[in-house]
């Protein structure tokens, strides 16, 4: 009985020792659009800014729906050009009678510094607007209404910065579908407590007169990606950031490719050190995931050496804790990622955070033989 009591309280306490126990906190103005000012005039000017390399396809797909928001405010589009793709430039040139569309380059011959960061530096200063959202060519807005959804929560108070949600598409592989939403879903959730360890979204509103008297990306310029990651940790704050999260209203993100999708992983295992914050939700993370594996194993074992000993009770008491911890941790997944995950079945969420230490695995042992210089500069 002692036994069967014990197996009952891990299958309770393994669920609540989670990285996803906080709650990401989502208001109802942020969905029916309650709190949108009446009078247009009011929503601030902005700039959106996005850097394009050799990415004529992405630029081609996602460029006109940023053209064609229907926002009640001014705003314009930037785009820095850093690569020397054809296809980029003949698009560009179709738009060009766009009086939102405004094109800068940088020069080729930057090589001692990320050219992702530079690219958005040059963006940030060529900007008409004091309030600037950075995003990617490889990103496009959901509704045409985004920026009048996101701008109302850049108006009030001393707020400088507004992190968004951004995600893959609902055909996406389901496991980076899902491990990308479990880590910018906590990511967020700790920034709503003033606590901004990482992002791994992409879609930052933020003023430009914080961007510059902050000196950008000074400090970090060493690594050549992270151009979100560190924005969001150098300058948030519990004071001056709010977090735009609502499922309705978000930036989809292309599909990334598997390459893609292990560089992107790579490259914020190359930065996470450096990152403010960042000790605490590893560790949290770390505990939840041991915390699970250490129950399902001795649960697991409990209802087999039961087995073996005819020791029913017992062996249906360890077959209830190990059925009531899928069941509260499929709960807590459902209710925390579920409406960002286009309403993915509960045995596939049960699945994913299970396999989700091992796929974490495959991405240290990758970063642990890959060429460190890689994600660096190599002249700083």
């Not at 989502?26 to 601030?44: A, E, F, Q, R, T």
């Not at 050219?115 to 990617?136: M, P």
């Not at 996406?172 to 990511?187: E, H, I, K, V, W």
């Not at 190359?270 to 250490?294: C, D, E, W």
């Amino acid at each position: 009985m002692v036994l069967g009591g014990v197996a009952i309280l891990l299958a309770l306490l393994s669920p609540i020792v989670n990285a996803l126990i906080l709650k990401l906190k989502v208001g109802k103005s942020d969905i029916d659009g309650s709190s949108l000012p009446v009078n247009d005039v009011s929503l601030p000017g902005i700039s959106v800014v996005m850097t394009v390399d050799d990415e004529g396809e992405d630029l081609k797909k996602n460029l006109p729906q940023w053209l064609d928001q229907s926002y009640g405010g001014k705003y314009q589009v930037i785009v820095v050009v850093s690569g020397n793709d054809p296809q980029v430039e003949s698009i560009l040139k179709r738009y060009s009678g766009s009086p939102s569309l405004y094109t800068t380059f940088i020069p080729s011959s930057s090589r001692y510094m990320s050219r992702k960061k530079l690219a958005v530096t040059i963006g940030v200063k060529a900007a008409r607007y004091d309030w600037v959202l950075l995003t990617d060519v490889d990103c496009y807005p959901e509704k045409a209404t985004f920026l009048d959804s996101i701008s109302r929560r850049s108006i009030s108070g001393d707020c400088q910065m507004v992190l968004g949600y951004s995600n893959f598409s609902s055909d996406a592989p389901s496991a980076r579908l899902f491990d990308n939403t479990y880590s910018l879903y906590r990511q967020l959730a700790l920034s709503q407590r003033g606590r901004t360890a990482g992002y791994s979204g992409k879609v930052v509103l933020f003023r430009k007169s914080m961007f510059i008297e902050g000196k950008g990306y000074d400090g970090n310029l060493k690594y050549t990606r992270g151009e979100f990651e560190f924005l969001a940790n150098k300058f948030s704050t519990e004071s001056n950031t709010l977090v735009f999260a609502s499922p309705d209203a978000m930036v989809i993100e292309d599909t990334p490719s598997h390459k893609g999708w292990t560089n992107k992983c790579l490259n914020y295992l190359a930065i996470r050190k450096t990152l403010r914050n960042s000790r605490l939700p590893r560790f949290t993370f770390n505990l939840g995931i041991v915390s699970m594996l250490s129950a399902n194993i001795l649960l697991t074992a409990l209802i087999a050496c039961s087995a073996i000993a005819r020791m029913w009770i017992l062996c249906g008491c360890a077959v209830f804790a190990l059925l009531l911890s899928f069941v509260l941790r499929t709960v807590i997944l459902s209710v925390r990622l579920r409406p960002y995950l286009h309403g993915m079945s509960f045995v596939k969420l049960w699945w994913l955070e299970q396999t989700l230490p091992f796929r974490n695995c495959m991405r240290l042992l990758k970063y642990r033989f890959a060429d460190k210089y890689d994600f660096i500069s190599h002249k700083l």
